[in-house]
């Protein structure tokens, strides 16, 4: 699901790659830039709610409700991170297929 997620990047790179080439590399760096800030908010997250779970762990000693659902969303949490980190390397590796896209298309 965190795939499908953001899986439609690659789709908007390429509409606007059609559309206006010349904004092309604007679209690729504006999905760098937007999946960077997911990517911070969930290890910020994760990192929170990890921190919660394990202190509620050692405040109880015990597998309390809280303690699962800290832990179920550190770990939603930090899934998401590694999915943005994903998008983030997968968009740089689209940068240079859109720049070489580009050189043929665009005169100089």
Request: glycine share 6%.
């Amino acid at each position: 699901m965190l795939s499908r997620t953001f899986a439609y990047r690659r789709l908007y790179v390429d509409a606007v790659y059609e559309r206006a080439p010349h904004r092309a590399l604007l679209a690729v760096w504006a999905e760098i830039l937007r999946l960077s800030f997911v990517f911070v908010a969930c290890v910020l997250f994760a990192t929170i709610f990890w921190a919660l779970g394990f202190g509620a762990y050692a405040r109880d000693g015990l597998l309390s409700l809280w303690t699962v659902a800290a832990f179920a969303c550190a770990l939603a949490s930090s899934a998401g991170a590694l999915a943005a980190a994903a998008g983030v390397l997968s968009a740089l590796r689209d940068k240079g297929r859109v720049r070489t896209a580009l050189d043929e298309r665009l005169p100089r």
